[in-house]
T-cell receptor
Framework: NAGVTQTPKFQVLKTGQSMTLQCAQD?????MSWYRQDPGMGLRLIHY???????DQGEVPNGYNVSRSTTEDFPLRLLSAAPSQTSVYFC???????????FGQGTRLTVV | GIQVEQSPPDLILQEGANSTLRCNFSDSVNNLQWFHQNPWGQLINLFY???GTKQNGRLSATTVATERYSLLYISSSQTTDSGVYFC?????????????FGGGTRLMVKP
């Protein structure tokens, strides 16, 4: 049972480049979300999804785009990377509302 | 939105010592989890505990939902307990999987 899998683990981008962070879960969870963690801080919600075809914004959505075409996958897109998006990104999933959330191993992104 | 405060922000222990970490939250919650972020950055689930008391080995947790706080107890600490401990909550007003995290407690256990 792989749980929540994120790829890549590390990435360096130049300012203005675009990329997609991948997140997949094999637990048949309906709820998925993306968080970012900045140095010395807790995690902040970027976007979330309550099921295939349904997404919504979190606390810090600017500069990011998401879609949810399948239950398993929830990719996060950076359309034009900026240095302020240098962070560690975590994907999470849970079975339904108010149930235990499980996190992927994180993607460390540096934008130069 | 809901506020989550953790204390202390930093804690240094000698191996074998016990400790209590606290998480206060500003509104009623339906979900509360404790995580350990290890030195490699991985978030490890410790407890899913919206109310009551749970124990797992040397760790235990208690959430008193009516008084809006949760405690994480670490007994006989080991160097492998080092890292950052996060409390995260999901309140009644949340539309989805929206955990709000506290700022964390950074724990260092010295041999």
């Amino acid at each position: 049972n792989a749980g929540v899998t994120q790829t890549p683990k590390f990435q360096v981008l130049k300012t203005g480049q675009s990329m997609t962070l991948q997140c997949a879960q094999d637990m048949n969870h309906e709820y998925m979300s993306w968080y970012r963690q900045d140095p010395g801080m807790g995690l902040r919600l970027i976007h979330y999804s309550v099921g295939a075809g349904i997404t919504d914004q979190g606390e810090v959505p600017n500069g990011y785009n998401v879609s949810r075409s399948t239950t398993e996958d929830f990719p996060l897109r950076l359309l034009s990377a900026a240095p302020s998006q240098t962070s560690v990104y975590f994907c999470a999933s849970s079975y339904e509302k108010y149930t235990e959330a499980f996190f992927g191993q994180g993607t460390r992104l540096t934008v130069v | 939105g809901i506020q989550v405060e953790q204390s202390p922000p930093d804690l240094i222990l000698q191996e074998g010592a016990n400790s209590t970490l606290r998480c206060n939250f500003s509104d009623s919650v339906n979900n509360l989890q404790w995580f350990h972020q290890n030195p490699w950055g991985q978030l490890i689930n410790l407890f899913y505990i919206p109310s009551g008391t749970k124990q797992n080995g040397r760790l235990s947790a208690t959430t008193v939902a009516t008084e809006r706080y949760s405690l994480l107890y670490i007994s006989s600490s080991q160097t492998t307990d080092s890292g950052v401990y996060f409390c995260a909550v999901e309140d009644y007003n949340n539309a989805g999987n929206m955990l709000t995290f506290g700022g964390g407690t950074r724990l260092m256990v010295k041999p």
